[in-house]
């Protein structure tokens, strides 16, 4: 095995480089997320969606858990299901569903910054959660 | 106004985080090439990659946001590129797969502790990951 200083001056450049492109996409992005939560957004959107859950054989109140992980985090999420009473059927539809989706304010303008269009990234992965979800409300519930 | 400072702390915070991680990575990245270990990996981790026309050389990444996260292995799709390692239409392929299935470690256990069942978690995650990528490899 070989270590040269060359090679560490060449990582530590390459990193450097790659922490500085991502720092330009996740600053602003903190910046939208703090606002969004501060903004009541979420509740208005949990609001307007929740009538629809049943579609995927989940409570009105489960929307709160979809909608915290899709544009926040899975751990925001993790906390709305700890909130609630849910079924054990309803957690795990919410967690697969959220496996394909979520931090989307976060990781849509990262998957851009790695060369993949934001639209279709969005659609690919909200089409897979709304997919999977639906068979499994059908086969769970 | 604060909302906008704490969003600002917040995210600098995240690049600090970022940096401490992808730095080191990029020095064992070189270390591995110039060793050859990479090459190796990537030769015999390349099989199931190769069908959605991914080359030996994205295949790091893949395994990197597999494990760690989509930040990270988006970090080194970023880096190939530059570099030329990887095409702009391989870096779709590998994009979209990893916008599916990443962080497979950490997103399961989140999910695990509240009762999910293992198998649902990371099944259908990898199968429509290799099929999505598939049919943008094709397109």
């Known amino acids: 095995m070989q270590i040269t200083a060359n090679m560490i001056q060449r990582g530590a450049k390459a990193g450097l480089e790659t922490t500085w492109e991502l720092a330009k996409v996740v600053v602003p992005t903190a910046v939208v997320v703090a606002l969004f939560k501060a903004s009541g957004l979420l509740e208005s959107i949990t609001a307007l969606f929740a009538p629809y859950l049943s579609w995927f054989g989940l409570s009105g109140d489960a929307a709160v858990v979809l909608f915290s992980g899709y544009f926040i985090n899975l751990y925001a999420a993790a906390g709305s299901i700890m ?59 | ?54 080359g030996e050389e994205g295949v790091f990444p893949l395994v990197v946001a597999m494990l760690f996260g989509l930040t990270y292995g988006s970090g ?14 391989e870096a779709k ?30 099944v259908p995650r990898l199968v429509l990951a290799f099929a999505m990528s598939y049919i943008v490899s094709k397109r």
């Open chain 1, 83 to 141: 909130a609630l009473t849910l079924s054990w059927q309803e957690i795990t539809i919410c967690a697969v569903m959220l496996t394909f989706c979520h931090s989307l304010l976060v990781e849509l303008p990262i998957s851009k910054k790695a060369g993949s269009p934001l639209s279709y990234i969005f659609f690919i992965r909200l089409g897979c959660s709304l997919a999977v979800g639906w068979l499994l409300g059908v086969v769970l519930s």
């Open chain 2, 93 to 122: 392929v590998i994009g979209t797969f990893m916008a599916i299935a990443h962080a497979l470690v950490e997103d399961t256990i989140i999910f695990l502790v509240l009762g999910a069942p293992l198998l649902l978690l990371l």
């Open chain 2, 1 to 54: 106004m604060t909302v906008l400072w704490e969003g600002f702390v917040q995210g600098v915070r995240g690049v600090i985080t970022i940096g401490l991680i992808v730095v080191p990575l990029m020095i064992v990245l070189e270390i591995a090439q110039g060793n050859g270990w990479l090459q190796k990996l990537n030769h015999y981790a390349a099989k199931p990659f190769r069908r959605i026309g991914v």
């Open chain 2, 76 to 89: 080194l799709i970023i880096n190939h590129v530059r570099t030329g390692q990887v095409s702009a239409r």
